[in-house]
């Protein structure tokens, strides 16, 4: 017998040994596999505190709960900490370099602590103060809460296109009263906030298309006037607050889910789908953070299709990853991107 042709033969009697080794194996791994998809069930999962993520708040509307110990729920379970002022993860806010403001995305809705995008930005020590449902009003409320504490540190402001543009126009979010940005006697936009109480609004409203919302911002219109305008206030009062605490002002802007998954249907949801520019919200935000030089990064150029959950808006824990070195590249060794302003040019 030749040799190439005992080897082969040799190699067949091997692998014919080594089957019923991985026979008797696979009911392990079948088991394994099962114990980790049961851990991620809600009705499985152990919630030491299964206690609502937001509460009340007499500024804010709402704001995360204080002490939080629990578990979420969206594509699947995601476990939630927060500091004794609501804020996610247990660093303070004074080890911090960069803290970010903003809402769900910025809270790092839908994963775990580790998995969050504040945990991976290289060497930058990040601390979020951000909360679901927070629109660009909480976001600037936020900053002035914590500007004595922002000295020498990058303030970076998540922005989600989605529904903050819109979210700044609306005195409620269902029955909680939020502040929200109006026109005053003077012609001028201003935060309102004396609505804002612990009875539930009275005025019923249908729930928000943010999709069709978002596409009637991004087209000619009043409504894109209202919105525009409200954000460039806001923008510019938060450079204000940052120039005055000694901070550096960095915009983040979030494309819209839809967007990153198909913006062709995005498009089509507006009145007059041909007057749509999907664009024109991230250039509207990018000209005002720059007209206060303030840094500016656009997500959209960093994120796909895969850095999302299949079944919810939010990012997976690629995302979050990806979104984490767009970050930190951006702070420590900025690029002009098409539209993106270096993060260093935020330095007061």
Request: overall charge positive.
């Amino acid at each position: 017998m030749g040799l190439p042709r005992r080897r082969h033969l040799e190699a067949i009697a091997g692998a014919g040994m080594l089957a019923p080794v991985v026979t008797a194996g696979m009911p392990l791994w079948y088991v394994s596999a099962a114990t980790r998809w049961l851990a991620q069930r809600p009705w499985v999962a152990p919630q030491p505190f299964p206690r609502p993520l937001v509460e009340y708040s007499p500024l804010l509307g709402i704001r995360p709960r204080r002490n939080l110990d629990t578990y979420g729920q969206a594509e699947e379970v995601f476990r939630v900490r927060t500091d004794p002022h609501g804020r996610r993860h247990a660093r303070s806010l004074a080890d911090a370099a960069v803290v970010a403001f903003g809402d769900s995305f910025a809270f790092g809705y839908g994963v775990d602590d580790d998995d969050c995008f504040t945990e991976h930005c290289g060497d930058l020590t990040v601390k979020s103060v951000a909360s679901p449902a927070h629109s660009m009003v909480h976001g600037l409320l936020m900053m002035q809460e914590t500007a004595d504490q922002l000295r020498g540190k990058t303030a970076l402001w998540f922005i989600y296109c989605g529904n903050d543009l819109t979210d700044n126009l609306h005195p409620n979010l269902g029955a909680t009263r939020v502040p929200f940005v109006r026109t005053g006697r003077d012609g001028q936009p201003h935060v309102t906030t004396e609505h804002v109480c612990a009875e539930p609004w009275a005025f019923s409203s249908p729930p928000r298309d943010n999709d069709r919302l978002f596409a009637e911002v991004c087209t000619p219109s009043v409504l894109q006037d209202r919105a525009f305008s409200a954000a460039d206030y806001l923008i510019s009062e938060a450079s204000t607050v940052c120039a005055s605490a000694g901070a550096r002002l960095v915009v983040v802007a979030i494309p819209p889910t839809a967007q990153v998954l198909d913006a062709q249907q995005l498009a089509a949801l507006g009145s007059r789908p041909e007057a749509v520019d999907l664009d024109s919200a991230e250039r509207f935000l990018a000209q005002s953070a720059r007209s206060r030089n303030a840094g500016f990064l656009a997500l959209r150029r960093h994120l796909t299709r895969r850095h999302y959950w299949r079944h919810d808006m939010h990012w997976n824990p690629r995302g979050h990853r990806a979104v984490g070195h767009a970050v930190a590249r951006s702070l420590r060794a900025p690029t002009r991107e098409r539209g993106d302003r270096p993060a260093h040019a935020a330095a007061p």
